[in-house]
């Protein structure tokens, strides 16, 4: 979690909010891929954090499925993010901060469990949380 939150920082230099995500090998041991949110430095709504690490792991291992691999991020996936958690089929979620307003493992929705998808990564929160809040929370407090 920290090296994501190593890639949130950077996310601010950007001006976009300070979400960052690292993709780790089978092993656990290998970062495959890193990311952080530039919606406002690419112009790309899609350019979220976990968006651009999954594409970047699934580049580094030529496939576009990534079982085994673990995605840690310092906030809760939205919508979006989970769809594509499901779709690269990884195996593990770690996230941070809970996102109350748009989070989709397990706040306001829980899709990357949800029982109706062919595949459910497991999803593990709360790691680092005060710390992956005070970033976001100082971020939005100074803007």
């Not at 990311?35 to 954090?49: K, L, Q, S, V």
């Not at 291992?61 to 990884?90: D, I």
């Not at 469990?113 to 992956?132: F, M, S």
């Amino acid at each position: 979690m920290r090296l994501a939150l190593d890639e949130a920082e950077r996310a601010v230099q950007g001006g976009d909010v300070p979400v960052g995500a690292v993709v780790l090998s089978p092993d656990g041991g290998t970062v495959l891929a890193r990311g952080h949110n530039e919606r406002e430095a690419a112009g790309d709504p899609t350019a979220h954090a976990e968006v651009l690490a999954l594409r970047r792991a699934a580049a580094a291992l030529g496939s576009w499925r990534l079982p085994g691999c673990t995605l840690v991020v310092t906030l809760e996936p939205c919508v979006m993010c989970a769809g594509a958690l499901v779709q690269s089929r990884v195996d593990r979620v770690v996230y941070g901060a809970r996102d109350e307003k748009a989070g989709a493992a397990g706040s306001l929705w829980d899709l990357v469990r949800d029982r109706r998808l062919n595949h459910r990564p497991e999803v593990v929160e709360g790691v680092l949380a005060d710390d992956c809040a005070r970033l976001l929370t100082g971020f939005f407090r100074d803007r």
